[in-house]
Every structure is written in structure tokens, then in C-alpha cells.
């Protein structure tokens, strides 16, 4: 799973959204493929609010 969707980067809320999604669906139990794709999805979220905090700087 890549940082870019085909209209560009996802933003924060998009990604934490996505991230609950699988949380929801998952009922807080990650199998060993939803664990990495939380994990790219956390890359991704901590990528996307890191570059906004950047930018307000």
C-alpha cells in the first residue's frame, strides 16, 4: 500500500478513518495481514500529519 492515492497523498483524516475502519472490522483482533496493513496505515497517518504540522510551521 503506497503514501499516494491516484489523486494524490491521503490526508490525515482520510487515513485515521481508514484505520478505524479496520479496527471495526477486525473487532480489535488483527490478523497477521490486517497487522501490516495497520501498520502501513500508521506509517501513512504519522507521514500525512507530520507534513501538515511542517507546513503550519
Known amino acids: 500500500m503506497s503514501s499516494m492515492s491516484e489523486s494524490g497523498p491521503r490526508s490525515a483524516?482520510?487515513?485515521?478513518?481508514?484505520?478505524?475502519?479496520l479496527m471495526l472490522r477486525s473487532g480489535g483482533?488483527?490478523?497477521?495481514g490486517q497487522r501490516a496493513e495497520y501498520q502501513t496505515l500508521l506509517r501513512e497517518w504519522a507521514e500525512a500529519v507530520h507534513d501538515t504540522v511542517v507546513r503550519a510551521a
Open 29 to 32: 483482533r488483527l490478523t497477521d
Open 13 to 21: 483524516s482520510e487515513l485515521n478513518e481508514q484505520i478505524r475502519a
